[in-house]
Protein backbone atom coordinates (compact mmCIF):
# COMPACT_ATOMS: atom_id res chain seq x y z
CA UNK A 1 0.00 0.00 0.00
CA UNK A 2 0.86 3.55 -0.71
CA UNK A 3 1.00 6.52 0.74
CA UNK A 4 -0.40 9.90 -1.18
CA UNK A 5 -0.74 13.24 0.41
CA UNK A 6 -2.19 16.35 -2.08
CA UNK A 7 -1.47 19.37 -1.21
CA UNK A 8 -4.42 21.44 -2.80
CA UNK A 9 -6.47 24.22 -1.75
CA UNK A 10 -10.38 25.44 -2.31
CA UNK A 11 -12.47 27.65 -0.99
CA UNK A 12 -13.64 31.38 -1.10
CA UNK A 13 -11.39 33.19 -4.26
CA UNK A 14 -9.37 29.83 -5.01
CA UNK A 15 -12.54 27.84 -6.21
CA UNK A 16 -12.87 24.22 -6.35
CA UNK A 17 -11.48 23.15 -9.57
CA UNK A 18 -8.08 21.77 -8.31
CA UNK A 19 -9.93 20.36 -5.19
CA UNK A 20 -12.35 17.96 -7.61
CA UNK A 21 -9.58 17.16 -9.94
CA UNK A 22 -7.58 15.35 -7.24
CA UNK A 23 -10.49 14.08 -5.83
CA UNK A 24 -11.04 12.27 -8.60
CA UNK A 25 -7.60 10.80 -8.36
CA UNK A 26 -7.73 10.07 -4.86
CA UNK A 27 -10.91 7.95 -5.36
CA UNK A 28 -8.78 6.04 -8.10
CA UNK A 29 -6.18 5.25 -6.14
CA UNK A 30 -8.79 4.45 -2.85
CA UNK A 31 -10.42 1.65 -4.92
CA UNK A 32 -7.11 0.03 -5.47
CA UNK A 33 -6.30 -0.35 -1.87
CA UNK A 34 -3.94 2.74 -1.32
CA UNK A 35 -4.37 5.85 1.55
CA UNK A 36 -5.21 9.35 0.45
CA UNK A 37 -4.84 12.61 2.64
CA UNK A 38 -5.81 16.16 1.56
CA UNK A 39 -3.62 18.56 3.21
CA UNK A 40 -5.83 21.88 2.96
CA UNK A 41 -4.64 25.53 4.04
CA UNK A 42 -7.57 26.34 5.97
CA UNK A 43 -11.19 24.95 6.84
CA UNK A 44 -14.04 26.44 4.54
CA UNK A 45 -16.96 24.35 5.55
CA UNK A 46 -18.13 25.03 1.32
CA UNK A 47 -15.83 22.35 -0.10
CA UNK A 48 -16.48 19.74 2.67
CA UNK A 49 -19.09 18.00 0.70
CA UNK A 50 -16.25 17.44 -2.20
CA UNK A 51 -14.22 15.29 0.60
CA UNK A 52 -16.68 13.17 1.50
CA UNK A 53 -15.44 10.12 2.48
CA UNK A 54 -11.82 10.88 2.11
CA UNK A 55 -9.52 12.33 4.94
CA UNK A 56 -8.20 15.93 5.29
CA UNK A 57 -6.68 18.15 7.46
CA UNK A 58 -5.50 21.82 7.62
CA UNK A 59 -1.77 23.28 7.61
CA UNK A 60 -3.02 26.47 9.13
CA UNK A 61 -5.14 27.73 12.02
CA UNK A 62 -8.23 28.43 10.35
CA UNK A 63 -9.39 31.29 13.07
CA UNK A 64 -6.62 33.16 11.67
CA UNK A 65 -8.19 36.85 10.08
CA UNK A 66 -7.59 37.11 6.44
CA UNK A 67 -4.91 39.11 6.65
CA UNK A 68 -3.17 36.92 8.83
CA UNK A 69 -3.62 34.44 6.42
CA UNK A 70 -2.42 36.36 3.69
CA UNK A 71 0.86 37.04 5.36
CA UNK A 72 1.86 33.42 4.78
CA UNK A 73 4.96 33.36 2.52
CA UNK A 74 5.28 30.47 0.11
CA UNK A 75 8.43 29.54 2.40
CA UNK A 76 6.38 29.10 5.26
CA UNK A 77 4.09 26.82 3.46
CA UNK A 78 6.81 25.08 2.18
CA UNK A 79 8.07 24.31 5.48
CA UNK A 80 5.08 23.86 7.06
CA UNK A 81 4.26 21.11 4.72
CA UNK A 82 8.16 19.72 5.34
CA UNK A 83 7.00 19.65 9.01
CA UNK A 84 3.50 18.20 8.86
CA UNK A 85 5.37 14.86 6.58
CA UNK A 86 8.12 14.67 9.14
CA UNK A 87 8.39 11.00 10.18
CA UNK A 88 5.31 9.99 7.86
CA UNK A 89 6.09 7.23 5.36
CA UNK A 90 4.52 9.07 2.79
CA UNK A 91 5.53 7.87 -1.37
CA UNK A 92 4.10 10.62 -2.93
CA UNK A 93 3.22 14.14 -2.38
CA UNK A 94 0.91 16.01 -5.30
CA UNK A 95 0.44 19.37 -5.31
CA UNK A 96 -2.03 21.42 -7.08
CA UNK A 97 -2.26 24.97 -6.42
CA UNK A 98 -1.57 28.11 -9.23
CA UNK A 99 -0.41 30.07 -6.14
CA UNK A 100 2.42 27.45 -4.94
CA UNK A 101 5.07 27.05 -8.14
CA UNK A 102 9.10 26.67 -7.91
CA UNK A 103 10.17 28.30 -5.05
CA UNK A 104 7.60 26.48 -2.61
CA UNK A 105 8.84 23.24 -4.71
CA UNK A 106 12.82 24.46 -4.38
CA UNK A 107 12.58 23.72 -0.70
CA UNK A 108 10.74 20.73 -0.81
CA UNK A 109 12.32 19.10 -3.74
CA UNK A 110 14.95 16.33 -2.72
CA UNK A 111 13.25 15.97 0.75
CA UNK A 112 12.77 12.14 0.53
CA UNK A 113 9.49 12.42 -0.57
CA UNK A 114 8.62 12.32 -4.77
CA UNK A 115 6.81 15.83 -5.56
CA UNK A 116 4.06 15.89 -8.39
CA UNK A 117 2.88 18.64 -9.67
CA UNK A 118 -0.34 19.07 -11.54
CA UNK A 119 -0.54 22.42 -13.08
CA UNK A 120 -1.51 24.22 -16.73
CA UNK A 121 0.07 27.54 -16.90
CA UNK A 122 3.37 26.41 -18.77
CA UNK A 123 5.11 27.56 -15.80
CA UNK A 124 9.00 26.73 -14.18
CA UNK A 125 9.24 23.46 -12.27
CA UNK A 126 11.13 21.61 -9.78
CA UNK A 127 9.41 18.29 -9.35
CA UNK A 128 9.80 14.69 -10.03
CA UNK A 129 6.87 14.67 -12.46
CA UNK A 130 4.99 17.23 -14.21
CA UNK A 131 1.47 16.63 -14.92
CA UNK A 132 -0.52 18.36 -17.47
CA UNK A 133 -3.63 17.59 -19.69
CA UNK A 134 -3.56 20.86 -21.71
CA UNK A 135 -3.55 19.81 -25.62
CA UNK A 136 -1.28 22.60 -27.29
CA UNK A 137 -1.16 21.23 -30.79
CA UNK A 138 2.12 20.23 -32.20
CA UNK A 139 4.23 21.60 -28.90
CA UNK A 140 2.31 19.74 -26.71
CA UNK A 141 5.11 17.41 -25.69
CA UNK A 142 7.92 20.20 -25.71
CA UNK A 143 6.05 22.58 -23.77
CA UNK A 144 8.05 21.79 -20.47
CA UNK A 145 10.95 21.06 -21.53
CA UNK A 146 13.11 23.27 -20.57
CA UNK A 147 10.74 24.38 -17.62
CA UNK A 148 11.31 20.96 -15.58
CA UNK A 149 14.31 19.47 -14.71
CA UNK A 150 15.79 17.23 -17.16
CA UNK A 151 15.51 13.74 -15.31
CA UNK A 152 11.75 14.93 -14.41
CA UNK A 153 8.57 12.89 -15.84
CA UNK A 154 6.21 14.46 -18.06
CA UNK A 155 2.62 13.45 -18.01
CA UNK A 156 1.62 15.45 -21.06
CA UNK A 157 -1.94 15.44 -22.73
CA UNK A 158 -6.01 15.36 -22.05
CA UNK A 159 -5.53 11.31 -22.18
CA UNK A 160 -4.78 12.25 -18.35
CA UNK A 161 -7.54 14.45 -17.24
CA UNK A 162 -8.78 13.54 -14.07
CA UNK A 163 -12.42 12.37 -14.13
CA UNK A 164 -14.16 10.27 -11.93
CA UNK A 165 -14.86 6.64 -13.51
CA UNK A 166 -18.69 7.37 -13.98
CA UNK A 167 -17.38 9.97 -17.17
CA UNK A 168 -15.92 6.37 -19.04
CA UNK A 169 -19.14 5.52 -20.42
CA UNK A 170 -20.60 7.94 -22.82
CA UNK A 171 -24.29 8.24 -21.96
CA UNK A 172 -27.12 6.46 -24.30
CA UNK A 173 -28.46 8.98 -26.55
CA UNK A 174 -32.35 9.93 -25.02
CA UNK A 175 -35.16 11.94 -26.62
CA UNK A 176 -35.99 14.59 -24.75
CA UNK A 177 -38.82 17.03 -24.88
CA UNK A 178 -37.56 20.36 -23.79
CA UNK A 179 -33.63 21.78 -24.67
CA UNK A 180 -31.67 22.11 -21.21
CA UNK A 181 -29.00 24.32 -20.89
CA UNK A 182 -27.01 24.19 -17.96
CA UNK A 183 -25.61 27.74 -17.04
CA UNK A 184 -22.26 27.68 -14.71
CA UNK A 185 -19.47 30.18 -14.05
CA UNK A 186 -16.92 28.11 -12.04
CA UNK A 187 -17.14 26.70 -7.77
CA UNK A 188 -16.60 30.08 -6.74
CA UNK A 189 -18.32 32.65 -9.61
CA UNK A 190 -20.28 35.42 -9.65
CA UNK A 191 -23.89 34.87 -9.96
CA UNK A 192 -24.46 38.13 -11.84
CA UNK A 193 -23.04 36.17 -14.85
CA UNK A 194 -25.37 33.71 -14.27
CA UNK A 195 -28.10 36.17 -14.27
CA UNK A 196 -27.52 37.99 -17.44
CA UNK A 197 -27.34 34.52 -19.62
CA UNK A 198 -30.92 33.97 -18.13
CA UNK A 199 -32.12 37.29 -19.12
CA UNK A 200 -31.03 36.77 -22.60
CA UNK A 201 -31.97 33.06 -22.35
CA UNK A 202 -35.72 33.86 -21.47
CA UNK A 203 -36.09 35.41 -24.90
CA UNK A 204 -36.31 32.01 -26.72
CA UNK A 205 -39.29 31.10 -24.09
CA UNK A 206 -41.65 31.90 -26.74
CA UNK A 207 -40.03 29.84 -29.69
CA UNK A 208 -38.60 26.78 -28.04
CA UNK A 209 -39.62 24.64 -24.77
CA UNK A 210 -36.49 25.36 -22.67
CA UNK A 211 -35.16 24.45 -19.61
CA UNK A 212 -32.83 27.00 -18.04
CA UNK A 213 -30.35 25.15 -15.25
CA UNK A 214 -28.34 28.16 -13.63
CA UNK A 215 -25.65 26.07 -11.01
CA UNK A 216 -25.10 27.74 -7.97
CA UNK A 217 -22.25 26.10 -6.21
CA UNK A 218 -21.10 26.32 -2.35
CA UNK A 219 -19.01 29.14 -3.25
CA UNK A 220 -20.73 31.06 -6.01
CA UNK A 221 -21.62 35.01 -5.15
CA UNK A 222 -24.36 36.98 -5.32
CA UNK A 223 -27.08 33.83 -5.22
CA UNK A 224 -29.51 36.28 -4.12
CA UNK A 225 -29.36 37.55 -7.89
CA UNK A 226 -31.99 34.57 -8.98
CA UNK A 227 -34.44 35.42 -6.75
CA UNK A 228 -36.13 37.77 -9.70
CA UNK A 229 -36.56 34.46 -11.38
CA UNK A 230 -38.68 32.54 -8.43
CA UNK A 231 -42.63 31.43 -10.07
CA UNK A 232 -40.34 30.23 -13.11
CA UNK A 233 -40.62 26.99 -14.15
CA UNK A 234 -38.50 27.00 -16.80
CA UNK A 235 -35.98 28.24 -14.66
CA UNK A 236 -34.57 25.19 -11.90
CA UNK A 237 -31.35 26.14 -10.11
CA UNK A 238 -29.01 23.77 -9.52
CA UNK A 239 -28.11 24.50 -5.39
CA UNK A 240 -25.17 23.09 -3.79
CA UNK A 241 -24.31 21.24 -6.01
CA UNK A 242 -20.91 18.99 -5.38
CA UNK A 243 -21.64 16.40 -8.52
CA UNK A 244 -22.30 17.80 -11.57
CA UNK A 245 -22.33 14.12 -13.50
CA UNK A 246 -26.19 13.42 -13.06
CA UNK A 247 -26.83 17.68 -14.44
CA UNK A 248 -24.65 17.26 -17.34
CA UNK A 249 -25.69 13.95 -18.17
CA UNK A 250 -29.41 15.46 -18.68
CA UNK A 251 -28.23 18.44 -20.56
CA UNK A 252 -28.32 19.33 -23.96
CA UNK A 253 -25.88 22.49 -24.26
CA UNK A 254 -23.71 23.77 -21.32
CA UNK A 255 -22.97 27.83 -20.72
CA UNK A 256 -20.27 29.17 -19.05
CA UNK A 257 -16.80 29.36 -17.92
CA UNK A 258 -14.22 27.34 -20.10
CA UNK A 259 -12.42 25.22 -16.31
CA UNK A 260 -12.44 21.66 -15.47
CA UNK A 261 -15.86 21.01 -16.67
CA UNK A 262 -15.09 21.58 -20.30
CA UNK A 263 -13.35 17.86 -19.53
CA UNK A 264 -16.44 16.63 -18.31
CA UNK A 265 -18.58 17.73 -21.08
CA UNK A 266 -16.54 16.23 -23.86
CA UNK A 267 -16.24 13.15 -22.12
CA UNK A 268 -19.77 12.89 -22.09
CA UNK A 269 -20.22 14.55 -25.94
CA UNK A 270 -22.24 17.83 -24.44
CA UNK A 271 -22.04 20.87 -26.68
CA UNK A 272 -20.95 23.79 -24.78
CA UNK A 273 -20.85 27.29 -25.31
CA UNK A 274 -17.88 28.73 -23.06
CA UNK A 275 -16.27 31.87 -21.98
CA UNK A 276 -12.84 33.23 -20.26
CA UNK A 277 -13.31 34.41 -16.38
CA UNK A 278 -9.36 34.09 -15.94
CA UNK A 279 -6.12 33.94 -17.44
CA UNK A 280 -5.71 29.99 -17.20
CA UNK A 281 -8.50 29.60 -19.24
CA UNK A 282 -7.90 31.32 -21.99
CA UNK A 283 -6.58 28.79 -24.93
CA UNK A 284 -6.23 29.35 -28.78
CA UNK A 285 -9.30 27.97 -30.53
CA UNK A 286 -6.98 25.74 -32.92
CA UNK A 287 -6.01 23.80 -29.13
CA UNK A 288 -9.73 23.81 -27.97
CA UNK A 289 -10.41 22.00 -31.58
CA UNK A 290 -7.92 19.81 -31.27
CA UNK A 291 -10.40 18.08 -28.22
CA UNK A 292 -13.43 18.89 -30.16
CA UNK A 293 -14.52 21.76 -28.15
CA UNK A 294 -15.53 24.79 -31.13
CA UNK A 295 -17.96 27.34 -29.95
CA UNK A 296 -15.45 29.60 -27.18
CA UNK A 297 -14.89 33.65 -26.81
CA UNK A 298 -11.50 34.79 -25.09
CA UNK A 299 -13.05 38.21 -26.37
CA UNK A 300 -15.77 40.36 -25.58
CA UNK A 301 -18.75 38.02 -25.08
CA UNK A 302 -21.48 40.06 -26.45
CA UNK A 303 -24.77 38.87 -24.10
CA UNK A 304 -26.79 40.60 -26.67
CA UNK A 305 -25.65 38.00 -29.63
CA UNK A 306 -26.56 34.80 -27.02
CA UNK A 307 -30.20 34.68 -27.76
CA UNK A 308 -30.13 34.26 -31.86
CA UNK A 309 -27.13 31.52 -31.27
CA UNK A 310 -28.49 29.48 -29.05
CA UNK A 311 -31.82 29.44 -31.20
CA UNK A 312 -29.95 28.09 -33.73
CA UNK A 313 -27.65 25.44 -31.98
CA UNK A 314 -30.97 24.15 -31.29
CA UNK A 315 -31.96 24.06 -34.61
CA UNK A 316 -28.52 22.46 -35.67
CA UNK A 317 -28.02 20.52 -32.75
CA UNK A 318 -27.17 17.56 -35.12
CA UNK A 319 -24.48 19.00 -36.94
CA UNK A 320 -23.04 20.63 -33.42
CA UNK A 321 -23.14 16.84 -31.99
CA UNK A 322 -20.90 15.96 -34.50
CA UNK A 323 -18.23 18.14 -34.51
CA UNK A 324 -15.12 16.10 -34.39
CA UNK A 325 -12.41 16.35 -32.07
CA UNK A 326 -9.14 17.31 -34.62
CA UNK A 327 -6.48 15.62 -32.67
CA UNK A 328 -7.49 13.58 -29.59
CA UNK A 329 -10.48 12.41 -27.55
CA UNK A 330 -11.30 12.59 -23.98
CA UNK A 331 -12.02 9.33 -22.72
CA UNK A 332 -12.68 9.33 -19.12
CA UNK A 333 -9.90 7.36 -18.12
CA UNK A 334 -7.14 9.44 -17.35
CA UNK A 335 -7.31 9.21 -13.17
CA UNK A 336 -6.51 5.56 -13.76
CA UNK A 337 -3.72 6.14 -16.14
CA UNK A 338 -2.09 8.71 -13.47
CA UNK A 339 -2.83 6.16 -10.74
CA UNK A 340 -1.09 3.14 -12.53
CA UNK A 341 1.70 5.55 -13.22
CA UNK A 342 2.14 6.31 -9.39
CA UNK A 343 1.63 2.98 -8.51
CA UNK A 344 4.20 1.50 -11.49
CA UNK A 345 6.07 4.06 -12.82
CA UNK A 346 4.82 3.55 -16.43
CA UNK A 347 2.49 5.70 -18.45
CA UNK A 348 1.61 5.54 -22.19
CA UNK A 349 2.63 8.35 -24.40
CA UNK A 350 0.73 11.23 -25.73
CA UNK A 351 1.20 10.03 -29.59
CA UNK A 352 -0.85 6.99 -28.71
CA UNK A 353 -3.72 8.75 -28.44
CA UNK A 354 -3.49 11.07 -31.51
CA UNK A 355 -5.63 10.29 -34.13
CA UNK A 356 -5.71 13.66 -36.36
CA UNK A 357 -9.19 13.96 -38.52
CA UNK A 358 -8.78 13.84 -41.75
CA UNK A 359 -10.40 15.19 -44.69
CA UNK A 360 -11.39 12.61 -47.56
CA UNK A 361 -9.42 12.65 -50.12
CA UNK A 362 -12.71 12.86 -52.58
CA UNK A 363 -13.39 15.94 -50.90
CA UNK A 364 -10.64 17.51 -52.94
CA UNK A 365 -10.54 19.08 -55.96
CA UNK A 366 -6.65 18.69 -57.43
CA UNK A 367 -5.93 21.85 -59.68
CA UNK A 368 -1.97 21.02 -60.52
CA UNK A 369 0.67 19.72 -58.09
CA UNK A 370 0.57 21.91 -55.59
CA UNK A 371 -3.13 23.13 -55.21
CA UNK A 372 -5.71 21.23 -54.65
CA UNK A 373 -9.72 23.08 -53.64
CA UNK A 374 -12.02 21.86 -51.12
CA UNK A 375 -15.75 22.64 -49.63
CA UNK A 376 -15.72 24.02 -46.03
CA UNK A 377 -17.11 21.69 -43.08
CA UNK A 378 -18.43 22.82 -39.76
CA UNK A 379 -14.60 21.90 -38.69
CA UNK A 380 -13.71 25.05 -40.22
CA UNK A 381 -15.83 27.77 -38.33
CA UNK A 382 -13.44 29.51 -36.38
CA UNK A 383 -10.48 29.31 -38.80
CA UNK A 384 -12.97 30.61 -41.41
CA UNK A 385 -13.76 33.29 -39.02
CA UNK A 386 -9.62 34.28 -38.16
CA UNK A 387 -9.44 34.61 -41.48
CA UNK A 388 -11.64 36.85 -42.55
CA UNK A 389 -10.54 39.33 -39.85
CA UNK A 390 -7.06 39.45 -40.34
CA UNK A 391 -6.42 43.40 -40.90
CA UNK A 392 -5.00 42.57 -44.57
CA UNK A 393 -8.50 41.24 -45.67
CA UNK A 394 -10.71 43.66 -43.30
CA UNK A 395 -9.33 46.95 -45.07
CA UNK A 396 -10.85 45.97 -47.97
CA UNK A 397 -14.45 44.76 -47.36
CA UNK A 398 -17.63 46.81 -47.47
CA UNK A 399 -17.63 46.39 -43.73
CA UNK A 400 -13.83 46.49 -42.24
CA UNK A 401 -14.86 45.96 -38.72
CA UNK A 402 -14.20 42.57 -37.22
CA UNK A 403 -16.80 40.25 -36.87
CA UNK A 404 -17.97 39.05 -33.34
CA UNK A 405 -17.46 35.41 -32.43
CA UNK A 406 -20.81 34.74 -31.32
CA UNK A 407 -22.30 36.27 -34.23
CA UNK A 408 -19.98 34.32 -36.93
CA UNK A 409 -21.46 31.17 -34.97
CA UNK A 410 -25.20 31.81 -35.71
CA UNK A 411 -24.18 32.85 -39.02
CA UNK A 412 -22.24 29.81 -40.36
CA UNK A 413 -25.35 27.42 -39.58
CA UNK A 414 -27.65 30.06 -41.44
CA UNK A 415 -25.73 30.56 -44.45
CA UNK A 416 -26.81 29.83 -48.32
CA UNK A 417 -22.86 30.56 -49.04
CA UNK A 418 -20.75 27.72 -50.49
CA UNK A 419 -17.58 28.43 -49.28
CA UNK A 420 -14.32 26.68 -50.17
CA UNK A 421 -11.14 26.47 -49.41
CA UNK A 422 -8.00 26.93 -51.59
CA UNK A 423 -4.58 24.72 -50.26
CA UNK A 424 -1.23 25.36 -51.56
CA UNK A 425 0.97 22.12 -50.38
CA UNK A 426 -1.52 21.06 -48.04
CA UNK A 427 -1.89 24.39 -46.27
CA UNK A 428 -4.28 26.81 -45.90
CA UNK A 429 -4.08 29.55 -48.77
CA UNK A 430 -7.76 31.63 -48.81
CA UNK A 431 -11.23 31.19 -48.81
CA UNK A 432 -13.39 31.50 -51.72
CA UNK A 433 -17.61 31.87 -52.25
CA UNK A 434 -20.33 32.41 -54.07
CA UNK A 435 -23.81 32.47 -53.89
CA UNK A 436 -27.07 33.06 -55.68
CA UNK A 437 -28.86 36.26 -54.85
CA UNK A 438 -32.51 37.56 -55.85
CA UNK A 439 -33.14 41.16 -57.14
CA UNK A 440 -36.65 41.98 -59.20
CA UNK A 441 -37.51 38.57 -60.27
CA UNK A 442 -33.80 37.76 -61.28
CA UNK A 443 -30.89 35.69 -60.32
CA UNK A 444 -27.18 37.02 -59.96
CA UNK A 445 -24.22 34.97 -58.61
CA UNK A 446 -21.96 37.16 -55.82
CA UNK A 447 -18.81 35.71 -54.38
CA UNK A 448 -15.83 36.97 -52.85
CA UNK A 449 -12.24 35.65 -51.42
CA UNK A 450 -10.12 36.61 -48.05
CA UNK A 451 -6.85 34.78 -47.79
CA UNK A 452 -5.33 32.62 -44.78
CA UNK A 453 -2.17 34.17 -43.99
CA UNK A 454 -0.55 37.42 -45.10
CA UNK A 455 2.19 35.73 -47.64
CA UNK A 456 -0.54 34.68 -49.84
CA UNK A 457 0.10 35.43 -53.58
CA UNK A 458 -1.22 36.98 -56.45
CA UNK A 459 -0.78 33.45 -57.90
CA UNK A 460 -2.78 31.68 -55.17
CA UNK A 461 -5.81 34.31 -55.98
CA UNK A 462 -6.28 34.27 -59.74
CA UNK A 463 -5.74 30.49 -59.85
CA UNK A 464 -8.73 30.49 -57.47
CA UNK A 465 -10.67 32.84 -58.86
CA UNK A 466 -10.25 31.18 -61.98
CA UNK A 467 -11.32 27.93 -60.94
CA UNK A 468 -14.17 29.66 -59.14
CA UNK A 469 -15.63 30.87 -62.48
CA UNK A 470 -15.37 27.70 -64.42
CA UNK A 471 -17.20 25.95 -61.47
CA UNK A 472 -20.03 28.42 -61.69
CA UNK A 473 -20.07 28.33 -65.25
CA UNK A 474 -20.69 24.51 -65.13
CA UNK A 475 -23.46 24.81 -62.70
CA UNK A 476 -25.21 28.17 -63.13
CA UNK A 477 -24.67 29.07 -67.10
CA UNK A 478 -26.95 31.51 -67.47
CA UNK A 479 -26.36 33.39 -64.11
CA UNK A 480 -24.55 36.77 -64.53
CA UNK A 481 -21.69 37.78 -61.78
CA UNK A 482 -21.94 40.91 -59.84
CA UNK A 483 -19.56 42.31 -57.30
CA UNK A 484 -17.54 45.10 -55.83
CA UNK A 485 -14.56 45.80 -55.84
CA UNK A 486 -12.49 49.02 -53.23
CA UNK A 487 -11.29 51.15 -55.50
CA UNK A 488 -7.89 51.21 -53.77
CA UNK A 489 -7.68 47.60 -54.28
CA UNK A 490 -6.34 47.82 -57.69
CA UNK A 491 -4.38 44.48 -57.46
CA UNK A 492 -7.84 42.40 -57.42
CA UNK A 493 -9.33 45.00 -60.10
CA UNK A 494 -6.11 44.42 -62.50
CA UNK A 495 -7.41 40.31 -61.43
CA UNK A 496 -11.23 41.28 -62.16
CA UNK A 497 -10.85 43.13 -65.43
CA UNK A 498 -8.40 39.99 -66.82
CA UNK A 499 -10.89 37.64 -65.58
CA UNK A 500 -13.53 39.24 -67.99
CA UNK A 501 -15.42 41.78 -65.23
CA UNK A 502 -16.08 45.15 -66.56
CA UNK A 503 -17.26 48.29 -64.82
CA UNK A 504 -21.05 49.26 -64.37
CA UNK A 505 -21.95 52.37 -64.66
CA UNK A 506 -25.33 54.06 -63.51
CA UNK A 507 -27.05 53.67 -66.64
CA UNK A 508 -26.29 50.15 -66.80
CA UNK A 509 -29.09 47.68 -66.16
CA UNK A 510 -27.56 45.84 -63.74
CA UNK A 511 -26.24 48.85 -61.42
CA UNK A 512 -29.68 49.15 -59.28
CA UNK A 513 -28.85 44.86 -58.59
CA UNK A 514 -25.59 45.89 -57.37
CA UNK A 515 -26.25 48.80 -55.19
CA UNK A 516 -29.10 46.80 -53.24
CA UNK A 517 -27.19 43.76 -53.17
CA UNK A 518 -23.94 45.12 -51.59
CA UNK A 519 -25.88 47.80 -49.45
CA UNK A 520 -23.35 50.03 -48.01
CA UNK A 521 -20.50 50.00 -50.93
CA UNK A 522 -20.60 53.88 -52.29
CA UNK A 523 -20.03 54.03 -55.98
CA UNK A 524 -17.14 56.70 -54.44
CA UNK A 525 -15.61 53.83 -52.93
CA UNK A 526 -15.85 50.91 -54.73
CA UNK A 527 -15.95 49.58 -58.65
CA UNK A 528 -19.46 48.07 -59.68
CA UNK A 529 -18.04 45.50 -62.18
CA UNK A 530 -19.98 42.94 -63.47
CA UNK A 531 -19.19 39.79 -65.35
CA UNK A 532 -21.58 38.51 -68.28
CA UNK A 533 -23.37 34.64 -68.07
CA UNK A 534 -21.20 32.27 -70.55
CA UNK A 535 -24.40 30.77 -72.28
CA UNK A 536 -27.17 33.11 -72.53
CA UNK A 537 -27.10 36.56 -71.43
CA UNK A 538 -29.74 38.29 -69.29
CA UNK A 539 -32.29 40.47 -71.15
CA UNK A 540 -31.76 43.50 -69.92
CA UNK A 541 -34.76 44.44 -70.20
CA UNK A 542 -35.74 42.75 -67.32
CA UNK A 543 -34.60 44.87 -64.54
CA UNK A 544 -35.53 48.26 -66.16
Known sequence: MKRIIFRVNAGQGAGVGHLVR???????????????????????????PFLDGLEYGYLFNHDQTPTERVSHSVELDARSTLQFLANKQVDWLILDDYLLGKEWEEIFFGQGTQLLVIDDLCREHVCDVLLD???????SNSAYDKLVPAQAVKLIGPQYALLDSQYRQPPQEQKRESFTVLIGVGGGGDNRVNSDIISALLQLTNTIDIIIKPILGPLTENKQLLDIFQGNNQIQPITDCFDLYPHLMECDLYIGAAGGVLYQLLALNKPALTFSLASNQQ???????????????????????????????????????????????????????????????????????????????ESYENLNEHYRVRPVDDSDINHYLDSRNLSSNAQNMIESKPIARLGHYTWWF????????????????????????????????????????????????LLALNWQLEHCDKYWPLIPWIAVIHKENRYVKLMNDYLGFNEVSEEHPYYAAIGSIFAGASIDEFYYVMREPKAKPLSQTTLS
Open 22 to 48: CCSLARELKELGHECYFLLSYFDAGVL
Open 133 to 139: IRWRGDI
Open 283 to 361: TPLADLEGIGHYFHCDESFDIGLLAPLILTIYEHYERVKVLPSKAINIDGLGASRVANFLLNSTAPKLAEFISPVQIKP
Open 414 to 461: NTQRSSYLLEKDNQASLYIWHQIQDFKECQFLIGGWFVCQQNTSFQDA
